[in-house]
Each structure stands twice: as C-alpha cells, then as structure tokens.
C-alpha cells in the first residue's frame, strides 16, 4: 500500500512521513529539505520564479521515489511519500496565470505516480505560524512562509474531492511525535493497523 502525504509548507509532513515509515518498520519518501535540495531551489521559491523549473524538480524528486518504491512494493507493505499529483497542482497557486500551461504539462508526469491513499494535513495559521517560529530556519522568513501555507492550503483543500482515496485531516492538536497522534491519523486515514513489536517486563 501506497500512502501519499501532503500539505502546505510547515505543516508537518516530513516529521509524519518519517514517524509514520518508523512504526510500519517500513521504507518512507520524503522530499527533503534545506541540504538535500539544489542550493538555487530555495532561492527560487523565496522570490516566486523559474515557476517551470522549481515544479519540474520536484516532479522529478517524487517520480525517482515513487520508481525506487515499486521494487520494494508487496501486499502486506504500508509505504510512505512525501508528494503526490496534487501538490503540483496545489503549488500552481504561488505561480501567474501564464506559467499555469507549461505547469500543467510537468505535472503530467504525476499521472503514473497513483498512490493507495492521499493525506492532505490542513491546519489553522496561528498553529502553522507557531511551528515555523518554533523550527528557526534562517531560510525560512515566518510572514512569508505563512502566506505561502494560507495559499496553498486552500488549494489542497478545494482539490481534494478531485483526486481519489483522498481524505482530509485537520492535524490541529495531533503531535506527531506521540503515540496519540499517530493513531489518530492511521484510524483518520483508514490505514490499516501497524505492526507492534512487543515489549516485556523482564525484570532486573
């Protein structure tokens, strides 16, 4: 199974994906971050240019994923990724009018992607406003990347109904580094139940 996870910026994506690889025992897919992009990629989002080549990027960081996985794909698996179809075309909202046909035509690479299930997080901005604050990214200005989240969420959320076996997930009061939040998002989503590895008073 196939677990897509998306959202805007800072809504806590990577840290889930990870959590979530980590108690299936299973391999996870994220996008990476500040060292693993190309050092331009930042700079580039932070002025809202080279719309094309920013969307082609990462088009081709999530298909390289989505193509590793496949070899390590079996039934009784649960998989995670950071990025699906639809966070292209979330993103398309940040970009004008004009970039939108060319967009379109990267983004076609998304179709053979078809993830099992997509989690779209959505979140209020003073809870998005306080992990910006709280992670202190130098890259990352928090008015800006505030108004990138207000963006992009409303598009996650009104696409969400157009792509299937997509639900929506409000994280607001989930810690995804507790066990509660975890299991709020599996029971959420319908996923099907991790395995637990056992644990034993064994004494001194």
Partial sequence: MR???VGGPGIGKSTLVRQLGDLYHNGSYGEGEKG???PDVLEDIAHGRNAVGVTAYFAALYDANYRDA???????RVIFFEGARITLEAHLAEYPEESHARLRMVMEIGERWTPDRVIVLTSSTATIEKHIKLRNRPHELAENMVRRFRLIDAE???LAS???NT??????????HERTGLL???AAAGLPAHPEIPYQQLGD
């Fill in 3 to 5: 677990v897509a996870i």
């Fill in 36 to 38: 693993v992009w190309h």
């Fill in 70 to 76: 496949a070899d390590h794909d079996r039934p009784d």
């Fill in 156 to 158: 996650f959320r009104r």
């Fill in 162 to 164: 157009h792509y299937p």
């Fill in 167 to 176: 639900v929506v997930i409000d994280r607001d009061g989930l810690e995804f």
């Fill in 184 to 186: 709020g998002i599996i």
